[in-house]
């Protein structure tokens, strides 16, 4: 079932969204060449409790860290560790954050150095779907324009869009209805919404170079793309507005 939102949870919504967007602006500065990913995750869970949020992802089904950062052919799911970063790697980091019992969740993947022109490539082509889906993301439009809108963009420069993971409804919980593909199957068809007022969403494309077909490394989390080249990720929480669609994540 697909809770709408009054103004007054969109409201604890932007706040949460304001950590999730100051943590992410945090990160982009202090991620580079030779720091660990445990760094950036100690950096981050101790920013968001500085400012009154909970880190939502610490415990969720047993997940051990605060963010998750996700390396090169890792698409999401990517478990920090001592691991440092080099040159060249492309780097997602997603961290959700409860304010007030209410949640926000945000991704950007960030360039390490001097990356290779398809990485910039790939980047750039993921942001902006990303964007166009948030201008689709408006009342009396459908569900189905939303993924229409990244698949067609991301699938017309060459690229492909991850297909067994979704965005997601957010509000009290971190996931809630409706699931948000970044593609049109018929299943959506056949299940699709019309976008209401109030409505919050977490929109995250995920893309790769390559097919995109998944699997799950060892450690249970890890979800990397089967042919291991590269992919990218970024994800904005909004909200349904009669004029379009407020991002609660910038």
Known sequence: MIVRKSEREIEIMRKAGRIVADALAMVSEVAREGVSTEDLNTKLEEYVLQKGGIPVFKGYRGYPKSICAS???EIVH?????????NGDILSVDIGVEFNKYVADAAITIPIGEISEEAKSLLRVCEESLNKAIENACTNNKLSDVSRSIQEYVEGKGFAVIRDYTGHGIGRQMHEDPQIPNF?????LKADEILLQGMALAIEPMICVGKYDTEVLGNKWTVVTKDRKLSAHFEHTVVVAENGAEILTI
């Open 78 to 86: 990517g478990i920090p560790d001592q691991r440092k970063l080099s």
């Open 71 to 73: 390396i090169n052919e």
């Open 184 to 188: 049109v199957s018929k299943e959506l």
